[in-house]
């Protein structure tokens, strides 16, 4: 049995902070995978529409404040925090178990309420927002309720809160980079979502057991004096502390902000793949808890803390602003980091982890060098340890509403309105303001330092804010070097490009610094082909369906049908606009009196339509995208199926880049389309619910038809016998050529962790080919 020491007044153990750190550490872990798991399934049902994704981040973190909070005024009433927080960590384990039955709960729900509601993005809004909350409240607070509990169980004095806070919260969030990098890289892509919760519930649940066995071994918390009421009469709280208490709310709004206007503009280099999300996201957490963890050592010094929290926040201004101009010293990777990428994946995961580290490392490391001293300047305020965690609880829960905020606001007013420029200087204000208001408090005792500190502050961020580049200027060089850019918006959903002009060759759009569309010929005939296939092979179509707007090519080929009605959905009004620079190709769609846009999630739209549609397709949307796979998946081509009239056709273009991505995609198809064909290079894939076939008198009837003919010949088709030999494969020819192998699912979308699969070529060649299957006379 270990016996406790009294080397400290609530009895703690020497060692009992080792074994919170190392508590922490997986308890972030399991944080953080929760977290990514949660708002992978909420998408599923909400959409990825930005402020479908917003109202789902708002519920978590909303959930984590209010829990910081109340476990912050609990703790202190509590005699044994350690034995708390175990109950708190087995609580967790048992939510995410109960997660899987809340989500199927949400979905059904959704699905029956929100076809009666009005199109209304406020109502919209605030279903998601509610069932976000009714879904994530109990657990995010839970999550919450950890730091202030722990941090009350450490404690041996009062003056050590900074230290004691710097190193617990440099091992939690040491936990959630490792929970990160561990769900984006290893468990969703090998072992899925719902296994992954189990593993994560389970850790959770050894925390649980070890807290609460360790807690016998600590001596509870002494109760309060029958005196202590008249003493906390007396404590007055120094205004100061309500500066940083300040100071630290408006920290917790920019550092949101700026991590959202760092994603934004990251991927434009590294274009919009999970993996990106996942180093960006571990970048920040890095340097959050190498900063907490470097100043943990020095917090018993005794120095004016004070005068470094104001010095720290305005070095952070200073700092971030350099981020955007980090990007160019990372545009090349040294030859010798190079020769380190040989993996699968390699050549694009080492190249985007040094441009990640470079841009975001350094700033975060001002956020965690920060906090603690924050903390230790409010919490440590008062003589008495009687309201250590409530103060703790407020602090933490106020930095994370700050951040609620700063987050919505980045994505829907400054990026909108400022551009990425305009919104990192304006963030980094912020810090610099933080800074000045701290130090203007020190003016009465040292007014000669003071303007000194201030007035060299200013002055260099002044200078730096000068050199800040334009991010679309950086792209240009690497992205879509030599063409100069016609139109640029920053928008709420994406980053959209148009690129060319007269004289300049092909005009070209980029979305978040990818390529999507162009009008050369060669393109033109590829989108086309997408949007007319299904209908030229239906033998009526009067309702159509396109998901995804693009150039609007696709969509613009299919709106030539006679008396069809077109409906499009598209996640970006940013898209919508650039597309209209496409009109000379997609049929200046968007002014067509037959088309409808609807600005939605394609999934989402399908999840809740209620019309039947007798042709179903898509613009071509690129596989290792982060999201794709939620329109790639055996679900996505279920709803597809679903929305289908019984003759209906589906066209889905299959944009996999090796074999093995072709054949993921292909066999969730076919899962769901058990009837489907293959036509053109193959990745043209068609379903329908019955056996397809194409009649010869009706498609020659279709080329003697003016308005047809030329619907087919977009297609480069001038006879019957064109047609027949863009026919690729037959229900047989596919299953022979597929076989045995894993499904593409929502639980384990493995096509968008493409380092993680084999990188073999497509193989294309050993499907067979037997047009009779579908030809008809």
């Not at 529409?49 to 703790?75: D, E, I, P, Q, Y």
């Not at 070097?481 to 709420?492: F, Y």
């Not at 279709?702 to 047609?723: C, G, K, N, P, Y």
């Amino acid at each position: 049995m270990i016996a406790p020491t009294d080397s400290r007044p609530a009895g703690a153990p020497l060692w009992l902070v080792p074994t919170l750190v190392c508590l922490l550490i997986l308890s972030g872990i399991c944080a953080l995978v929760y977290q990514v798991l949660w708002l992978r399934l909420l998408s599923l049902t909400f959409g990825v529409t930005t402020h479908a994704a917003s109202t789902v981040l708002a519920s978590f973190m909303g959930g984590l404040a209010l829990g910081s909070f109340v476990a912050g005024r609990l703790a202190d009433r509590v005699r044994h925090p350690l034995r708390l927080f175990g109950l708190v960590e087995l609580s967790i384990g048992l939510c995410a178990l109960a997660t899987p039955t809340a989500l199927a709960g949400v979905h059904r729900f959704y699905i029956a309420v929100f076809s009666h509601l009005p199109e209304s993005l406020a109502v919209a809004t605030a279903v998601r927002l509610a069932l976000s909350f009714a879904v994530l409240l109990i657990p995010t607070a839970l999550m919450g309720a950890t730091l202030p509990i722990v941090v009350k169980s450490s404690l041996a004095r009062l003056d050590r809160i900074g230290t004691r806070m710097g190193v617990l919260y440099a091992s939690n969030t040491a936990g959630a980079i490792v929970g990160a990098l561990l769900a984006g890289f290893y468990l969703i892509p090998h072992i899925g979502l719902t296994r992954s919760f189990l593993l994560a519930a389970c850790i959770n649940a050894l925390v649980g057991v070890i807290a609460l066995a360790s807690s016998r071994y600590v001596r509870p918390i002494p109760r309060p004096s029958t005196n202590a009421p008249a003493a906390e009469a007396r404590v007055v709280i120094p205004r100061v502390s309500y500066v940083v208490l300040a100071v630290f709310a408006v920290s917790g709004f920019a550092s949101l902000a700026l991590e959202v206007i760092w994603f934004r503009v990251l991927i434009l280099f590294l274009g919009p793949t999970t993996y990106a999300f996942t180093l960006m996201l571990a970048s920040v957490l890095a340097g959050i808890a190498l900063g907490s963890a470097l100043v943990a050592p020095v917090m018993r010094l005794r120095i004016d803390w004070l005068q470094a929290l104001a010095v720290l926040q305005m070095a952070a201004g200073v700092v971030a602003l350099q981020s955007f101009s980090s990007l160019r010293r990372a545009a090349r990777v040294p030859d010798w980091l190079s020769s380190l990428a040989a993996w699968p994946g390699g050549d694009f995961l080492l190249p985007a982890a040094v441009a990640t580290v470079v841009a975001i490392f350094p700033t975060a490391a001002f956020f965690g060098l920060a906090f603690p001293i924050g903390l230790r300047l409010w919490a440590g305020g008062e003589p008495t340890e009687r309201h250590t965690a409530e103060r703790i609880g407020v602090f933490y829960s106020l930095n994370v509403c700050g951040g609620i905020v700063g987050s919505i606001v980045a994505g829907f007013v400054l990026l909108p309105e400022l551009g990425s420029r305009g919104s990192l200087i304006a963030v980094s204000v912020l810090f610099l303001l933080s800074g000045l208001v701290v130090q203007a408090t020190l003016a009465r005792r040292r007014p000669a330092l003071t303007v000194l500190v201030a007035g060299g502050a200013v002055f260099v961020f002044a200078v730096q804010a000068q050199s800040v580049p334009q991010p679309i200027d950086l792209a240009r060089r690497r992205v879509h070097s030599g063409a100069p850019a016609l139109w640029h918006e920053e928008g709420i959903q994406t980053t959209v490009t148009v690129v060319g002009g007269p004289g300049t060759g092909n005009r070209a759009m980029y979305l978040d610094g990818r390529h999507q569309a162009d009008d050369s010929p060669s393109m033109a005939f590829i989108h086309r082909r997408i949007g007319a296939l299904p209908a030229v092979l239906h033998p009526g179509p009067r309702r159509a369906l396109v998901v995804g707007l693009g150039g609007g090519v696709t969509p613009g080929a299919l709106s030539q049908f006679p008396g069809l009605q077109l409906d499009i959905v598209e996640l970006s009004e940013s898209v919508v606009r650039g597309a209209a620079f496409f009109s000379h190709v997609n049929f200046d769609v968007l002014r067509r009196g037959n088309v409808r846009v609807h600005l939605d999630d394609g999934r989402n739209f399908l999840l809740r339509t209620r019309t039947q549609f007798d042709v179903i397709t898509a613009d071509a949307i690129l596989p290792r995208h982060a999201g794709a796979n939620n329109v790639n998946s055996v679900e996505y081509f279920s709803l597809v199926r679903n929305a289908l009239a019984p003759d209906g056709i589906a066209l889905h273009w299959n944009g996999a880049t090796t074999g093995t991505e072709y054949k993921l995609i292909l066999r969730a198809f076919v899962a769901a389309f058990p009837e489907a064909t293959l036509w053109g290079d193959g990745t043209l894939m068609v379903g329908t619910k019955q056996p397809l076939t194409v009649s010869r008198s009706r498609i020659e009837a279709m080329l003697h038809d003016s308005v047809t003919r030329e619907i087919l010949a977009l297609m480069h088709v001038e006879s019957f016998d064109h047609l027949a030999r863009m026919f690729r494969a037959s229900p047989a020819n596919i299953l022979a050529f597929l076989g045995e192998g894993p499904l593409l699912t929502d639980d384990k979308p493995a096509i968008e962790y493409f380092a993680s699969l084999p990188q073999d070529d497509r193989g294309l060649t050993q499907i067979g080919r037997d047009p009779t299957a579908v030809i008809r006379p």
